[in-house]
């Protein structure tokens, strides 16, 4: 008896231990424009936060949100209706911090996922405004608001022009 | 009656005669002087009756007792004290332990097998694979050459990150960088040409 449970243990251990890691991140496809005023009311804190950027965009609207998940054999793809490609591929796991990478219409972003946050990326025009792919924990948390009296954000990295 | 001096060595042992209770070599000593002594064996006689009549007296006593559930009655007024709960499972535990070692070691041997495999997912559970961070992060961007556009980071006063794609044309055949750039800049500050809209940059 004892020792087909030490069989199973080992066959379930050594089952546990090659599974491929896994990660999830919500990916939420945005649409902002400035025609007219009606916005989503659970997307309040993604206008406040490109407000404070210096985005003026009055409306915004949530296509699609899904939870998209990536192993490092197979990324994951999202089709944005611009006819854009949202490719995501896990890059590492490194220390238990996932390293994913992004490529919306040619932009290639390195992320690296954490329990808070979002990266929002631009994905090019659609319609009368613009598409955002927002990027978040799996947990689908939303941004936090930018508090009270924020003035629009520096940038951080901006290429510099020949 | 009185006791003669050859009498006095055998009037204790008589007792024990009549019971039976005396060893062989003593008891033929015994019936020796009785054949011998009249006072004796009168002796003897006598403590034959009252042993008869004790028996019929007991037998008659024990005939009016019911000793329906005697045992029962016995042991319970025998029985100690029920001892308090973690004394008495102590004395499981142990008892269990000294007489069924090889079942016990199984046992907790297959516990902790089975700890060791279920633990990394009862732990991965708490702990999003890939999450250890705190907050997410942009670690790099950058844009093909093809796509004609240079992207710009913009960092939210909550911490969160824009990356936002600007047009970025490419120079012009001949002509210097700085004064392509220059045109487009002028170009775009003309009253002639309209200014965006929201929705551009």
């Given at each position: 008896m004892t020792r087909w449970?030490?069989?199973?243990?080992?066959?379930?251990?050594?089952?546990?231990?090659?599974?491929?890691?896994?990660?999830?991140?919500?990916?939420?496809?945005?649409?902002?424009?400035?025609?007219?005023?009606?916005?989503?009311?659970?997307?309040?804190?993604v206008k406040d936060e490109?407000?404070?950027?210096?985005?003026?965009?009055?409306?915004?609207?949530?296509?699609?949100?899904?939870?998209?998940?990536?192993?490092?054999?197979?990324?994951?793809?999202?089709?944005?209706?611009?006819?854009?490609?949202?490719?995501?591929?896990?890059?590492?796991?490194?220390?238990?911090?996932a390293l994913v990478k992004v490529n919306v219409g040619g932009t290639k972003v390195?992320?690296?996922?954490g329990r808070e946050g979002s990266v929002f990326v631009g994905a090019g025009a659609h319609g009368n405004g613009q598409l955002i792919l927002m990027l978040s924990p799996g947990a689908s948390k939303r941004p936090r608001r930018a508090p009270a009296g924020a003035h629009p954000a520096s940038a951080v990295g901006v290429p510099a022009r020949k | 009656m009185t006791v003669s001096q050859a009498c006095q060595t055998f009037v204790p042992m008589l007792s024990p005669f009549i019971d039976g209770e005396l060893p062989p070599t003593e008891r033929v000593t015994v019936e020796r002087h009785l054949a011998a002594c009249k006072?004796?064996?009168?002796?003897?006689?006598?403590?034959?009756?009252?042993?008869?009549?004790?028996?019929?007296?007991?037998?008659?006593?024990?005939?009016?007792?019911?000793?329906?559930?005697f045992s029962q009655k016995v042991m319970a007024r025998i029985t100690?004290?029920?001892?308090?709960?973690?004394?008495?499972?102590?004395?499981?535990?142990?008892?269990?332990?000294?007489?069924?070692r090889g079942t016990?070691?199984?046992?907790?041997?297959?516990?902790?097998?089975?700890?060791?495999?279920?633990?990394?997912f009862i732990l991965r559970e708490r702990t999003p694979t890939g999450y250890a961070s705190e907050r997410m992060a942009v670690q790099s961007v950058s844009t093909e050459d093809a796509a004609n556009v240079a992207p710009v980071v913009f960092e939210t006063k909550s911490g969160n990150a824009i990356i936002w794609v600007v047009d970025h044309p490419p120079a012009k055949p001949g002509a210097k960088d700085d004064e392509a750039v220059n045109e487009e800049l002028e170009l775009d500050s003309s009253p002639s040409t309209p200014q965006p809209n929201g929705g551009e940059l």
């Open positions: 449970v030490v069989v199973v243990a080992v066959l379930l251990g050594g089952a546990a231990l090659a599974e491929e890691p896994k990660v999830e991140v919500t990916a939420d496809v945005i649409h902002a424009s400035n025609a007219g005023n009606a916005s989503d009311p659970a997307l309040s804190a490109f407000a404070s950027a210096g985005f003026p965009f009055s409306s915004y609207k949530r296509l699609s949100s899904q939870k998209l998940p990536l192993t490092k054999a197979k990324p994951a793809e999202l089709k944005l209706p611009n006819g854009k490609t949202a490719v995501l591929e896990l890059e590492d796991i490194k220390a238990g911090t390195g992320l690296q996922l | 006072d004796c064996t009168m002796r003897a006689a006598d403590l034959r009756a009252e042993s008869g009549l004790l028996r019929v007296g007991m037998e008659l006593a024990a005939d009016q007792v019911d000793f329906k559930d100690p004290e029920r001892p308090p709960l973690f004394e008495r499972l102590k004395v499981s535990a142990s008892e269990a332990f000294l007489y069924q016990w070691v199984t046992a907790m041997a297959s516990a902790a097998v089975v700890m060791l495999v279920a633990l990394p």
